[in-house]
């Protein structure tokens, strides 16, 4: 999915979200407004019908004191009291009644009766045949008035009792029940016992509630609704208002005092009525600012984020490493920018990488093909020759294991900087074109081009000056290393003509210089590649000979020099395969090493000698030590001293019954890390022998470094003894000396004369091998000769050896 798609799919939903909740948010602040506007217009809308309908109990209350004051009521009274049934006053006060006027309303009834509740006048507009009820309003009121007027004195009361109802067909109704005497005016609220009091019911039917309703439609719409409903009577006109928001979903208010109860509801379609042009224009405005502000970002995105990343890409992708790079660097400071040219800085040390070694500032192995590569084409037309020098630095391993990675690198750097000095101020005098190519493969190998030659003894001289700059070795830091250079050289066209080949053939030419000496440069011919693939083929058959398991074991009976019998054995690995039935150890073991093969190898070798060993030990008393070889490999193997432990441990043979061999030319002076392994080896008990010692380097000083049990004196100084140039003979005598002084076991080997044999005896050696006494013997062999030494209680004098 491309960068501006994903930027749609996230920018769109997340502003679309954000806009969504502010308007969410604004719609509800709307919704509050138009609430509260509402609330305001219901309020006032029930603080007016509550006033007027206030108003209409006042102009009740006052018309009601008027009619009651008035002649014709008096009259009907009088005529009442002094007991005259006075038809023309009854006409009269209905008359009376029939003529009062209400502004909020008309009456439908007038009605009195007398302290003793006794019906005396009733005018009824809908129900001319009814009688008074005695209602519960009635009732109380009557209880009232009869309990607060006093035996004597005067009482002062309320004598005014006022009713709301609402009848069967809906209408609204004001009901007064006012107590009066006709001896005092009405307005009077004294009474005594002495009075005579009348009480007046009258009712009056409301005729406002519909201009009500019709006002409220006119100021919401037709959906509202208004409820007046009773309360129950007052004695008192104005009382106190409650004000109550009715429940949801619909909307309203409820005012409420002791007389009526006003509602005014306006159902939820009517809101939503209200709501919806907001809630279309918030929707609009929330999708019109989201796409607008999405158009406008994302066009700031594409034109200041994906426009430079896009162009960077395509740039990228159009590059190849190593070629060419075409990459324009960002002139601003933002961080696209800032990411782009760090993009190109890491593309152009990726591309650093590729052509060129880190280390040396040489061009590396891809270069130097695509260089090589280049001339092979260019030389094809003019007919002109080139040269390849393959380089490997001799000793360097030993040197870098020992004083490590630093000073490793350091003397790389140091060879780097000499031969380009070489090739600056010295080729120049020859007549090898300037322009030549110098790389480093890997590690310590290092390559050389030399183009358009015409005569091989230029090459000659370019190798022999190149081995000449190192000849006394390496100086570093006050410090001088014994490192010399091989040199393999291969020609075009005469040797190859393609690039693999022409590499391939130089570097078997330098592997051929290196195992002839130190320092020393090897034409290619022919018949190295057979010894590269005799390499190969040996290689190969040590691999299928493993699968196989095509080992087996001789042994060296190794004897006492002083005792003439047999002391131990030194443990040798021959092999059963038909491929490699043509090598012997001394070629396929140092081939083992070179391909890594030689730890499988050192492996069973050990575990199948311990294993025989075992054996021996348990079925003939065996008491002897195996001498076992093993290679330098283990020396830097961390796992060896464990994996000889654990032998020792499965097969339940004392570490001291082994005798593990190491030949001296493994050994570099001074490596802590292989004293280290063989002092490990030591702790397990095994003993430790030096092979072939005075072949390497290793000085007698040195030998109380090393956590020795045995020397074993090299044949070369054995076959000295019978030799007429008698200069290397003290050598023996000198080795077997030191030996003794640092309380070392003696084994000289090669023995193949008698005189050699008397002589090391004289001299004082503990132990001694070689064809004299006995060649290597498979392993039934050396049962029937370890079961003859055994029978053999005395050695004669003589020291007659099995031979």
């Known amino acids: ?78 005529n009442i009291r002094f007991g005259n049934n006075n038809h023309y006053a009854n006409q009269n006060l209905t008359r009376g009644i029939r003529q009062l006027e209400f502004r909020h309303g008309y009456i439908t009834s007038f009605g009195l009766i007398d302290a003793d509740k006794q019906e005396l006048f009733l005018y009824d507009v809908l129900n001319p045949f009814s009688s008074i009820e005695a209602s519960k309003s009635l009732n109380t009121h009557l209880s009232y008035i009869n309990k607060s007027i006093q035996t004597q004195g005067v009482t002062q009361i309320n004598p005014a009792t006022y009713e709301h109802s609402t009848t069967a067909d809906g209408f609204d109704e004001l009901t007064l029940i006012r107590t009066f005497s006709p001896d005092q005016p009405i307005s ?69 005092n002791e007389l009526w109860s006003i509602m005014i509801l306006l159902p939820s379609s009517y809101l939503n009525t209200l709501y919806q042009p907001h809630k279309i224009l918030f929707v609009s405005i929330v999708l019109s600012v989201t796409l607008f502000s999405f158009f406008f970002l994302k066009g700031l995105i594409v034109k200041r984020i994906i426009t430079p990343v896009v162009r960077l890409t395509k740039q990228v992708e159009s590059t190849e490493i190593g070629a060419n790079i075409n990459i324009e660097r960002s002139q601003t400071n933002d961080e696209v920018a800032v990411l782009s040219n760090k993009y190109l800085d890491l593309i152009m040390e990726l591309d650093d990488l590729v052509k060129y070694d880190h280390l040396t500032g040489l061009i590396n192995r891809s270069q130097f093909n695509k260089a090589l590569k280049d001339l092979i084409e260019d ?140 320092s020393n440069a090897q034409f290619y011919t022919p018949e190295l590649s057979e010894q590269i693939e005799r390499q190969d083929t040996i290689t190969a058959s040590l691999k299928t000979a493993l699968r196989r398991n095509e080992f087996y074991l001789v042994y060296m ?22 491929d490699l039935a043509a090598y012997g150890p001394e070629e396929f073991i140092p081939i083992a090493e070179q391909s890594g093969l030689i730890k499988d190898i050192d492996y069973w070798v050990i575990e199948s000698a311990i294993k025989q060993l075992s054996i021996w030990r348990k079925q003939l008393d065996f008491v002897g030590v195996f001498a076992i070889n093993f290679s330098s490999w283990e020396l830097k193997n961390p796992d060896f001293v464990d994996k000889v432990d654990s032998l020792l441990t499965l097969y339940d043979v004392p570490a001291h019954c082994i005798e593990l061999e190491i030949t001296e030319t493994c050994f570099v002076p001074g490596d802590d890390r292989s004293i280290k392994m063989l002092s490990k080896l030591h702790n397990l008990g095994v003993r430790l022998s030096l092979d072939d010692f005075g072949t390497g380097f290793t000085a007698f000083s040195q030998l109380i470094d090393y956590p020795l049990d045995t020397l074993k004196v090299d044949r070369m100084f054995i076959n000295a003894i019978d030799s007429d140039d008698s200069e290397d003979k003290p050598l023996v ?28 005896r004289n001299l004082g050696c503990h132990q001694a091998q070689g064809f004299l006494l006995s060649k290597p013997l498979m392993k039934n062999d050396f049962v029937a000769l370890w079961k003859a030494e055994k029978r053999v209680v005395e050695v004669p004098s003589s020291g007659s050896y099995v031979s």
């Open 1 to 78: 999915m491309k960068l501006s798609v994903k930027i749609n799919f996230i920018l769109l939903p997340v502003m679309l979200i954000i806009f969504s909740i502010g308007g969410i948010f604004s719609y509800n602040s709307q919704k509050v407004q138009i609430l509260s506007s509402l609330s305001d217009k219901i309020k006032y809308e029930l603080k007016y019908i509550s006033e007027d309908l206030n108003e209409a109990v006042h102009e009740f209350d006052l018309l009601s004191k008027i009619f009651l004051s008035s002649h014709s009521t008096q009259s009907y009274l009088n």
């Open 188 to 256: 009077m609220s004294s009474f005594s016992q002495g009075h005579t009091i009348y009480t007046a019911i009258i009712t009056i039917r409301l005729k406002h509630k519909g201009a009500y309703l019709r006002a409220l439609q006119t100021v919401f719409d037709d959906k509202v609704k208004l409820s007046l409903l009773s309360s129950g009577s007052s004695q008192i006109i104005e009382g106190k208002n409650e004000l109550s928001i009715l429940p949801k979903p619909d909307y309203g208010y409820q005012l409420v």
């Open 379 to 518: 030389c094809v037309d003019s007919n002109k020759k080139i040269a390849v020098l393959y380089c490997d630095l001799d000793n360097f391993k030993h040197v870098n294991d020992r004083f490590g990675h630093y000073i490793g690198d350091e003397l790389l750097k140091k060879f780097t900087v000499s031969v380009k000095h070489y090739l600056a101020c010295r080729a120049k005098d020859l007549s090898v074109d300037n322009h030549v190519v110098f790389a480093r493969m890997s590690g310590d190998e290092f390559t050389l081009i030399l183009p358009h030659i015409t005569d091989i003894k230029e090459v000659e001289t370019v190798t022999n000056n190149l081995i000449s700059l190192f000849k006394d070795g390496f100086k570093l830091d006050e410090m001088v290393f014994d490192i010399g250079i091989s040199i393999g050289a291969s020609i075009f066209p005469d040797d190859a003509t393609d690039v693999s080949s022409i590499l391939k053939k130089a570097d078997i030419a330098m592997y051929s210089a290196k195992r002839l000496r130190q």
């Open 557 to 578: 009976p190794i004897y006492d020099c002083s005792a003439g019998i047999v002391d131990g054995c030194e443990v040798l690995l021959r092999v059963s395969s038909k």
């Open 733 to 760: 005598n000198i080795i077997v000396e030191i030996a003794k002084l640092y309380n070392l076991n003696v084994v000289a080997e090669g023995i193949e004369t008698k005189a050699q044999l008397e002589y090391v």
